[in-house]
């Protein structure tokens, strides 16, 4: 356990309206992950950070962007949220060499 | 992006059975990881392989990196209740950046009392 989490742990959107979830560690870990999980799709990652400030995408990355300004947080923005966009997003985070260890996830849907 | 193609997408067993699924990929990677998550919450590491023909084993399951380095298995020996969950297989290479994970898309278990 690394003591990720994230918030809010559900959320309900209407199309078109800008959303933000939010991932915490407590580990000083310097990966952060961001990804959606989906019926017959396992887990896709959409951005991840390697370092404060320092961000890369992930195989689904478009119509989100993130940010990370501290190292214990790592944020994932929805400009204008989509129907498609619906879906349970987990974050995980890890330190170098070790493997990652992920959050409880965030339930959004988006009507 | 990868593509890993685990399977079998689902089992039933019976308690007591022993368990084998199998992930295979199309690329290389440097480090196969085996997941099992619970409904509701994320998931959890059960095995990291590092090398080519490695074997390891956390108690009841075994899991071993492919020689070719492009699939992975992992068993479940004398099954329990408490097995049930998906299992995901995922990939990891290392790039200019750091380390990106490619996940299966999932082995649901079942386990009959």
């Known amino acids: 356990d690394a003591g990720i989490t994230q918030s809010p742990r559900h959320k309900v959107t209407e199309t078109g309206t800008p959303v933000t979830l939010r991932c915490h560690q407590t580990?000083?870990?310097?990966?952060m992950y961001w990804y959606r999980q989906d019926p017959g799709h396992g887990l896709r990652l959409i951005h991840y950070?390697?370092?404060?400030?320092?961000?890369d995408k992930g195989e689904v990355s478009d119509g989100y962007s993130v940010s990370r300004s501290k190292t214990e947080d790592f944020l994932l923005t929805l400009e204008s949220a989509t129907s498609s966009q619906t879906s349970v997003y987990f974050c995980?985070?890890?330190?170098?060499?070790?493997?990652?260890?992920f959050g409880p996830g965030t339930r959004l849907t988006v009507t | 992006g990868q593509q890993l193609n685990q399977s079998p997408q689902s089992m039933f067993i019976q308690e007591g059975e022993d368990v084998s699924m199998n992930c295979t990929s199309s690329?290389?990677?440097?480090?196969w990881l085996w997941y099992k998550q619970d409904p509701g919450e994320g998931p959890v590491l059960l095995i990291a392989?590092?090398?080519?023909?490695e074997l390891t084993s956390n108690g009841r399951l075994t899991a071993q990196f492919g020689i070719t380095r492009k699939d992975s298995f992992l068993n479940i020996s004398a099954s329990i209740p408490s097995d049930v969950g998906i299992y995901f297989c995922?990939?990891?290479?290392?790039?200019?950046?750091?380390?990106?994970?490619?996940f299966g898309t999932g082995t649901s278990l079942t386990v009959i009392p």
């Open positions: 950070s390697y370092g404060v400030k320092d961000t």
């Open positions: 995922a990939g990891q290479e290392t790039s200019n950046t750091g380390n990106q994970f490619y």
């Open positions: 580990e000083n870990h310097r990966y």
């Open positions: 392989l590092y090398k080519a023909g």
């Open positions: 995980a985070s890890r330190k170098v060499g070790d493997e990652q260890y």
């Open positions: 690329s290389i990677f440097n480090t």
